[in-house]
């Protein structure tokens, strides 16, 4: 859908992830196992995968200022569950924060993890709200607002933007 270059850092992942539900058609690559590979799930993953990615587009609509397009688990509950680990290199005193994988029963996998770790980076970097969902009902596909004042809606002006432009147009005229 997007012509945009990929979201920075951490972000890629989240932004890939959300983008691999076509909303108009309906395609999922999650359904193929090149896909599944990338994200590091097995069928069973499947549908917690696609609850995660349901309630990371509802956030991205959030932050381009739309309402979820329905009802999901709230990404806060998800990523409460997330095993996240700081390490610390001993050599230059740098620290990160990784996924670690749970153990535990109920453990859903380290895409959770992934995606956790990728927030928090992006938390401290600033750039966790410029991650968006496109505003046409038909598309939503994530992209990474680059414009400098941070209000872009859609993810491409030469497709979304401009069909929602002729929608208004025609709707004057009309």
Known sequence: MSGRSPAP???ALIESLVNTLDVETGTDTLDTADARERFGLAEDDLPYARE???SLRATLLAHAGHPPHHAVTPLGDLLAAAPLLVTVDARDGTARLVPRRA???G???PLLSRVAAAVAE???AGT??????CEA???HWAYYDRSPAGRSRWCSMQVCGARAKMRRYRAKEG
Not at 128 to 133: E, G, M, V
């Open 9 to 11: 850092g951490g972000l």
């Open 52 to 54: 995660l990615r349901e």
């Open 103 to 105: 153990t535990a029963p």
């Open 107 to 109: 453990d859903e996998g």
């Open 122 to 124: 992006a938390l401290v």
């Open 128 to 133: 966790w709200t410029r991650l968006k969902a």
């Open 137 to 139: 009902v038909t598309c």
